[in-house]
């Protein structure tokens, strides 16, 4: 599904986070002073707790990215196996004894 608008900038995430929490106002009370829904406010405070090691169970940014990139590696091993197990026996013993 295609966004609606573009991200909000950094700069305002770590505003509203810092806002909700002050605890000054309730977070559905800031998040529409702010012009972003209740949902919103409450997703960047989880990912915010779960990147500061606060949340548990949660992943950080950073192990979000390497689940990613083993995920990735993951899919070109499967495809390069899958490759492998196509190619002939006799093409692959051959290979084998020229090396």
Not at 37 to 66: C, I, N, Q, Y
């Amino acid at each position: 599904m295609p966004r609606t608008r573009p991200p909000y900038p950094e700069e305002f995430r770590r505003e509203a986070i810092r806002l909700a929490r002050l605890g000054d106002k309730p977070q559905r009370r800031l998040a529409k002073d702010l012009g972003i829904s209740d949902v919103t406010l409450r997703h960047w405070l989880k990912e915010e707790k779960a990147a500061g090691g606060e949340r548990p169970g949660g992943l950080s940014s950073d192990e979000r990215e390497e689940l990613q990139r083993l995920r990735d590696e993951n899919a070109k091993l499967r495809m390069e196996r899958e490759i492998l197990r196509k190619v002939p026996v006799v093409a692959r013993s051959a290979a084998a004894c020229a090396a």
